[in-house]
Nanobody, 126 residues
């Protein structure tokens, strides 16, 4: 019954900061071995991993977006927030909040993006 719901402005002007919030229900964002992150998909392009925050609060970012990306959390509200600064029209995309499950088997350990939000369309335009 895990659900992820993205929220935030659908239209952002160039040079401004995009801020999106992911509200998680059915699970705690501090549960061990789960991470919470953001993936986006520009129109006509593939998925792009942006970054994540692990259960301990440590963050990791895509090298190409690290300088502009900040992921934070509010454990009391069970929310994860994405901030992307200095946006351009190239940042137009559907933004997804995702859960990543870290698990191990006899073949080793790996990750699985097992839950996704519906995605929210963000358009960068003046």
């Amino acid at each position: 019954q895990v659900q992820l719901q993205e929220s935030g402005p659908g239209l952002v002007k160039p040079s401004q900061t995009l801020s999106l919030t992911c509200t998680v229900s059915g699970d705690s964002i501090t549960t061990t071995y789960y991470s919470w992150g953001w993936i986006r998909q520009p129109p006509g392009k593939g998925l792009e991993w942006m970054g994540l925050i692990v259960f301990s609060g440590t963050t990791y970012y895509s090298p190409s977006l690290k300088s502009r990306t900040s992921i934070s959390r509010d454990t009391s509200k069970n929310q994860v927030t994405l901030q992307l600064s200095s946006v351009t029209p190239e940042d137009t995309a559907v933004y997804y909040c995702v859960r990543r499950h870290y698990y191990c088997s006899g073949y080793g350990c790996q990750y699985e993006y097992d839950y996704w939000g519906q995605g929210t369309q963000v358009t960068v335009s003046s």
